[in-house]
């Protein structure tokens, strides 16, 4: 099975500061997403990174806030600027490899905590 | 109304027990339905896809049922291990493939 590596696992960051999120799977993938889970809460679709162009962000998320990029069919970042407390959550990494069955797996996710 | 519900326990049970969680969808459109489970402070992990004639795995079965919208898992036997949360997620198999998930229903296994 394919390996999706996500970094860092964890991070305590500064109110104002940004930080960047990667991940990178070792076979191609057909769909990359990012996720959001907040403390005590189910997972909420931040965007679909879509290889070589804008990333499509769900009602609620701007890619002012939440930059994305997908250089190629392998690897995404997701950023997220100018950090509040209120952004402390995991950060979840997710891909579809095929099409046909939509099965979609994680990453090990990201626990930001904003100070 | 939620896209996905699911009651969110938790279920507390004796080891051995048998336990079923249900969960509904809202959009008659979906195409596509999984079991996750996650555990604390971990990913979620693919538990198995839920097809219309239903499926089993081991002491696991979940149903579907498209004309009420509602879908379910059964977990016979229950082990400690299988103390998680248990997530319900919907996929509209639209271009965008996107997961919807429940809130989740919590499962402790007691011995």
């Known amino acids: 099975s394919a390996v999706i590596s996500q970094k860092p696992s964890r991070d305590i960051c500064q109110r104002g500061t940004s930080l960047t999120i990667q991940c990178q799977v070792d076979?191609?993938?057909?769909?990359m997403f990012w996720y959001r889970q907040q403390p005590g809460q189910s997972l909420t679709l931040i965007a679909t990174?879509?290889?070589?162009?804008?990333?499509?962000?769900e009602s609620g998320f701007v890619i002012d806030k939440f930059p994305i990029s997908r250089p190629n069919l392998t690897f995404s970042t997701l950023t997220v600027s100018n950090m509040s407390p209120e952004d402390s959550s995991i950060y979840l990494c997710?891909?579809?490899?095929?099409?046909?069955?939509?099965?979609?797996?994680f990453g090990q996710g990201t626990r930001l905590t904003v100070v | 109304r939620k896209e996905v519900e699911q009651d969110p326990g938790p279920f507390n049970v004796p080891e051995g027990a048998t336990v079923a969680f249900n969960c509904t969808y809202s959009?008659?459109?979906?195409?596509?339905f999984f079991w996750y489970r996650q555990d604390c402070r971990k990913e979620p992990k693919l538990l198995m896809s839920?097809?219309?004639s239903g499926n089993e795995d081991g002491r696991f079965t979940a149903q579907l049922n498209r004309a009420s919208q509602y879908i379910s898992l059964l977990i016979r036997d229950s082990k400690l291990s299988d103390s998680a949360t248990y997530l319900c997620v919907v996929n509209q198999l639209d271009s965008s493939y996107k997961l919807i998930f429940g809130s989740g229903t919590r499962l402790l296994v007691r011995p």
């Open positions: 990174a879509n290889q070589g162009s804008e990333a499509t962000y």
């Open positions: 839920v097809y219309s």
């Open positions: 997710s891909v579809v490899f095929d099409r046909g069955t939509t099965e979609a797996f």
């Open positions: 959009n008659s459109a979906s195409q596509s």
């Open positions: 076979s191609q993938v057909t769909m």
